[in-house]
């Protein structure tokens, strides 16, 4: 079974400077995507940014970049420039890739990062 | 295009009552899929819907049920509720057609606090 692993309960960065997040995983597939959502304090999850595990190329969203290394299992999250309305829970999730799975995407367990002004 | 939309929002039951939770999708997206929420479990996969059938069921007991209507709207219903059911259930659904869509968008979540 898949697992993901995010090992930093709580963060906090100060307003404009850089900050990552770190998620493991483990998993016997070779296909499958992952994930960083964002939950801010009203709830409503947000996808921040996707990496397919068949792409070399780490994702990037304009203040937010992804460092994938494959064979080591770990997606970490950089967030350039920290602004307050960045503050909020990211959950690094995983979801198979193989057409024959099913559509859950598994999750860890959180970090909450706080923007210190 | 309106987003994902959970009723109600917030809810207090009693132990022993049933709830019933509904989500309406994003205008065209079929699959539809249920999280529940809780500090201590974090989230976890309840059961996704599509084309009005289950097509996965999370590791729940059987009190947690779903279904889907021809229009994609779901609801989920859990019957003889314990505290430990007191969560926050978020639905998300997903663009099944004109090409399988990967990024299944969340709604704001329905709050239910089991007394």
């Known amino acids: 079974a898949q697992t993901v692993t995010q090992s930093q309960p709580e963060m906090s960065v100060q307003e404009a400077e850089t900050v990552t997040l770190s998620c493991t995983y483990d998993?016997?597939?070779?296909?499958?995507?992952l994930f960083w959502y964002k939950q801010p304090p009203s709830r409503q999850m947000i996808l921040v940014i996707r990496?397919?595990?068949?792409?070399?190329q780490n994702a990037t969203e304009n203040r937010f970049s992804v460092n994938f290394q494959k064979a080591a299992k770990s997606f970490s999250l950089k967030i350039s420039d920290s602004q307050l309305g960045d503050a909020a829970m990211y959950f690094c999730?995983?979801?198979?890739?193989?057409?024959?799975?099913?559509?859950?995407?598994?999750f860890g367990k959180g970090t909450r990062l706080h923007i210190l002004p | 295009k309106a987003g994902v939309t959970q009723t109600p929002r917030y809810l207090i039951k009693t132990r022993g009552q049933q709830v019933t939770l509904s989500c309406s999708p994003i205008?065209?997206?079929?699959?539809v899929s249920w999280y529940q929420q809780t500090p201590g479990q974090g989230l976890q996969f309840l059961f996704e819907?599509?084309?009005?059938?289950?097509?996965n069921k999370g590791n729940f007991p059987g009190r947690f049920s779903g279904r889907q209507f021809s229009n994609s709207r779901s609801e989920m219903n859990v019957s003889t509720l314990e505290l430990g059911d007191s969560a926050l259930y978020l639905c998300a659904s997903r663009r099944t057609s004109g090409g399988e869509s990967i990024e299944q968008f969340f709604g704001p979540g329905t709050r239910l606090t089991v007394l």
């Open positions: 990496q397919e595990a068949y792409k070399q």
């Open positions: 205008s065209g997206h079929r699959s």
């Open positions: 819907y599509f084309s009005e059938t289950q097509r």
């Open positions: 999730a995983y979801r198979s890739a193989t057409p024959t799975r099913d559509d859950k995407i598994i």
């Open positions: 998993t016997s597939e070779s296909d499958y995507y």
